[in-house]
């Protein structure tokens, strides 16, 4: 950890993560707890970007709010060169960007379907709340 940053709980950490994706203009933000099914992680942070490159940017700017934030540095990081689909390991929290198509493919959020979702601040959510509405 980080000299000067305070410890957070893993499930702040997964709402610092969507917090950050959705600053970066991340669709469809949702932080899934998974602790009681898997034992190597505790959260999931799913998020969509619309490119390549907005998927390599919302990646880097939850690398960096969860390294600034948290003190905390990603102990895996796969996909980055291409773009599709790019995963942050924090331990505690994944966090995973896909391009729509891949989203679609891997469905995360179906095969963890019975994992709660987090609550997120508005901030978050706000842009997406109504296609979630029905």
Known sequence: MTK?????EPRDIAVLAASAAAEKKAEDV???DV??????????????????????????EVEDA???GAGLKPIGREGQREGRWVLLDFGEVVVHVFQPDEREFYRLEKLWSDSP??????????????????
């Not at 898997?38 to 880097?60: C, E, M, N, W």
């Not at 979702?117 to 029905?134: I, K, Y």
């Open 117 to 134: 979702r987090v609550e997120l601040p508005e901030s978050v959510t706000g842009a997406a709340a109504g296609e979630h509405a029905g």
């Open 30 to 32: 949702v932080v899934l």
């Open 35 to 60: 602790a009681a099914t898997l034992v190597i992680t505790s959260y999931f942070v799913v998020a969509t970007g619309r490119s390549d490159r907005q998927v390599r940017t919302i990646a880097d």
């Open 4 to 8: 000067g940053v305070r410890a957070l």
């Open 66 to 68: 969860v390294r600034v």
